[in-house]
């Protein structure tokens, strides 16, 4: 998608994993990155896009050239802020966005406390000078929209019973970086397990009970009630988890299973970051409330006591409120 008028792009995080798709989504819209901030320097990726951009390891001096361009009025200034860091400095790095006068492209999760979101909220309509946007990229998946639209024009006759089993195998560096620290990353199912939850809920309707069978650092599972929707669930970073034709080469594996028959999703993942970028150019980003109920249910399974095995045939089941 060409802009008439090319956007002015920062990223922050531009060293991480997935900072390359939101370099590729803004070259694919059209658009231009100006400046570049992470705190490591091995960043040899912007060659590959935007060579010309100005790049910072230190945030004081990134914020103060982003300022300078803002005050210029040259045309210069900065119209989006592309947000890649560790998700607990996401709530702070969108503040700094609006406060810029940008908007806001902030991966997942927004942010990892549901109560933050509220705060967010009241600086976008305060400031009113940018929005807030988060990639939530799944549901612009083909397959899954056109699940969607089965499910919510079909006669409901029965709650669905799904598995979803997501394992993805890290080795010992994810415990000493920030993803393996709880207050950091929000924990496993907060880290590789959002988007699931996102579009289930998406797709079901609002989360009614949960429970948590089990969670620890590397791996959770557990049961939600949806309104569509009866959902058994595991999430693991754990590569002893995996099933046998999965062990060579550590190879990631993903099942959803609704009512007994699987449903496969693993192909079109290239430009999903591209198309939320188009949404969000056209003001039909993902915004603060889309991602309340999966963020709030996350949390919630994160910090709930895990029910033991001997008392399944007694769950206890939260509601959730």
Known sequence: MESEIPKNFALIGVGGYIAPRHLQAIKDTGNKLVAALDPKDSVGILDRYFPEASFFTEFERFERHIEKLRRQASGEEIHYISICSPNYLHDSHIRFALRMGANAICEKPLVIKPWNLDALSDLEHELNKGKINTVLQLRTHQTIIDLKNKIDTEPMHHKYDIDLTYITPRGKWYGVSWKGDYEK?????????????????????????????????????????????????????????????????????????????????????????????????????????????????????????????????????????
């Open 185 to 321: 990353s929000g924990g496993v199912t907060m880290n590789i397990g959002i988007h699931f939850f996102d579009m289930l809920i998406w797709i079901f309707g609002k989360p009614q009970f949960y429970q948590v069978h089990h969670i620890s650092d590397t791996k959770a599972g557990g049961f939600i009630e949806l309104e569509k929707a009866r959902v058994r669930w595991f999430l693991s970073v754990d590569k002893n988890d995996l099933p046998n034709q999965n062990q060579e080469g550590n190879k990631a594996f993903r099942l959803l299973t609704i009512d007994g028959r699987e449903f496969e999703f693993s192909e079109g993942f290239t430009d999903l970051h591209t198309e939320v970028y188009k949404r969000t150019l056209l003001g039909e980003g993902f915004k603060i409330e889309d991602v309340k109920p999966s963020i709030k249910l996350v949390y919630d399974i994160s910090n709930s006591f895990p029910i033991s095995t001997d008392s399944l045939l007694h769950p206890f089941l939260h509601n959730v409120k």
